[in-house]
């Protein structure tokens, strides 16, 4: 799974650097609305509100602008849009799944924008529930590396429901069930731990190897998908050495 979340993480940063930096923004944004609208305004009453907050504030979302959303979710400020979580399924280049995640308030925007990614780069559509069973909802939270070991993080979370550490270079993933994310973020922090995210994630089952051609028609499909202003996440169970990763680069 090291090899997806690499990609993954390097490519986030990357996007908070450059021209995208405004759709990275927008998606946070829609996260904390919706976390505010379904748990409640109050961060402290509400960890995925919490985590969202923490999340676009470490990828320099203005305040303002995050203050702004909590108060649409919350109801505290008119002008927030309703918005719908919808998931569709499709496969890339060499039977790739792909998991799509869409926030939308127009599910016709929605569906037309993602299959007109998909077909453009490579792409088909697939029916409901035969792409998603290859994947499980899984707690993923990331911390910066800084001075820890593998085992240092491992010690600080396995009490409180990790299943896996896994090293990204820059990053430690720790994967849990989803329902432990919150217990396994709270252990970071009572360690004194830094945490740059702590998402509810679609982990594959099963990956997929692929070859550094196979990897330039995935990245280029899911560029394209995070490209649709409807979709918030796009998972898929690729996987890619390192070698390969620095050829594609």
Partial sequence: MSGHSKWATTKHKKAALDAKRGKLFAKLIKNIEVAARTGGGDPEGNPTLFDAIQKAK???????????????????????????????????ANGVAVLIECLTDNRNRAASEVRTAMTRNGGSMADPGSVSYMFNRKGVVVIPKNDLSEDDVLMAVLDAGAEEVNDLGDTYEIVSEATDMVAVRTAVQEAGYDYESADASFV???TVA???DGARKIFKLIDALEDCDDVQNVYSNFDVSDEVMAEVD
Avoid: C, F, H
């Fill in 58 to 92: 470490k990828n320099s979302v203005p305040l303002d602008n995050i203050e702004r959303a909590r108060k649409r979710g919350g109801g505290e400020e008119a002008g927030g849009a309703d918005w719908q979580t919808i998931m569709y399924e499709g496969y890339g």
């Fill in 210 to 212: 692929l070859e550094v």
């Fill in 204 to 206: 594959p089952s099963l």
